[in-house]
């Protein structure tokens, strides 16, 4: 099949697709390159002129830039963290034989399904609200005082919404992988004295390491851009408690109408997110070719 | 020490029975073979030694003690699996010291204890690899050599040359006889190979669903077969079982006679079309049609011997060598 002609055929066939795509991406990387660039405004109507790196400047330099920063890598850092572990746990329970296993496992699935507007305002009015939220009312039942969720641990609540949504991906990663785990390397180390401790530790956690890696990098890349929780549950408030970066570009340019300011948001972001993909992309190299 | 008596053990999965009581004396340094056609419950009995499966009834004692409670990594036994089951993210040396790490055992010891193991099974050279950069043959010795170190009171094989090629079968069977033979240990080895169970074997145990047909030396076995089972399991190629009327002449149901006590040639009392002649040089084996004795019948002639296919040929069994059945398939003396 691989003849000179059969390729260049090919290449032929799928340069409109390749074009589409790179169009798709470029012109919109390009312009916002362009207008992190500009003094534009959208309440100033007129010239545009050139500001050098006087957007960079001032969205670094801005208090809640840093705000910014911070919440993000909380909010990626414990969505991980309480995913992870979680799914790990999970994983291991589900994958013992039980009574209606199959239903089981699709409502363990099921909250990734739901668009993260609806599961963050169902958890917002449903669950964390303090005088109708489930929880306000176990609280006051008991006779303690109810928390107000967003408005005393904010990016806490952010954190267990977000985490409600990405266990089950992690859980049936990690489940699948446990289930390709050879029952016998487990038969042997218990013959030769490891405890459940130590079967997990040297046996299945290894055998998990790759998953793993996958789950924390997929996850990362979804999670760096956090948006509609966001918006829907606090609006980045109490004042910055809940801002990312994402949501500090929003502010910049759609709620500040500053075009420039956010554009030059956004490209700092890229270079984050790439910085921290590079990171992974080594952690992953090094973890896949075993 | 490794002395392993089975008293009434049986065990059922849900409501299926796969090993309905049985007794079984292992002496301390033997090699026991557990023999029998797939499906046959040898492996669950090796399980059961091992205390990875619990026993539905009947006690197991390891030196004298009840061991039937005791879990696995208690009982002092050390097994091989089929697919070796080695750890596939560590090296050869952390996969034979993991059971002494286990034990929490002294590094200096687990050292010279691994460096040991592995000279005797030629793995030094090997030692710092991982079982996926091992061919067949050396992840078996891993295996094998993260079985010794323990230095167990028995060792429990589950059909471990089965992975292997036809040629590294042959040379790992004589590795583990020798192996046996130096250590003194006992072993419980169980095949399918009726070929492994003969040559590596002080004692073996041909079981069929889950039932022990027999227990003997291998050539007991092969001597005087206590039913049509196990005559026809034990010996390469088949016996041959001859019914009706042949079988009257000697007063049974039915007689058997293995391929290497028919003698060729051109007179005989029995008469047959020669078909398909396996040459292996050393031997030749015929199997003859139109006998109206069994179809076909295999006889064994040593060396090369001329005939070909179609050719008529007579065969004289020999008289000493008949094995009578009676109806039940049961040996009578």
Known sequence: MATKASRSAARLMISPAVLLLLGWMLVPLCLTLYFSFLRYNLLQIGATPFAGWENYYWFVTDPSFKAAIQNTLVLVGGVLAITTIGGLFAAILLDRPMFGTGIIRIMVIAPFFVMPTVSALVWKNMF????????????????????DFFGQIPLASIIIIVSWTWLPFATLILLTALQSLDQEQLEAAEMDGAGWWSRFWFIMLPHLARAITVVILIQTIFLLSIFAEILVTTNGGPGTATTNLTYLIYVSSLLQFDVGMGSAGGVIAIILANIVAIFLMRMIGKNLDA | MGQIQLKQVSKSFGDVEVIPPLDLQIEDGEFVVFVGPSGCGKSTLLRLIAGLEDVTSGSIDIDGDDATAVPPAKRGLAMVFQSYALYPHMSVRKNIAFPLKMAKMDKSEVDKRV??????????????????????????????????????????????????DAALRVGMRLEISELHKRLDTTMIYVTHDQVEAMTMADKIVVLQAGVIEQVGSPLDLYRTPRNKFVAGFIGSPKMNFIEGAEGQKHGAHAIGIRPEHIDVGNSGPWKGVVGVAEHLGSDTFFHIHDTGLADPLTVRASGEVAFSYGDTIHLTPREDRIHKFDERGIRIA
């Open chain 1, 128 to 147: 964390m609200n303090p005088v109708n939220g489930i929880f306000g009312r176990i609280a006051t039942s008991l006779g303690f005082q109810p928390v």
């Open chain 2, 115 to 164: 460096a040991n193991a592995a000279s005797v099974l030629n793995l030094t050279d090997y030692i710092d690899r991982r079982p996926s950069q091992l061919s067949g043959g050396q992840r078996q010795r891993v295996a094998i050599g993260r079985a010794i170190v323990r230095e167990p009171a028995a060792f429990l094989f589950d059909e471990p040359l089965s992975n292997l």
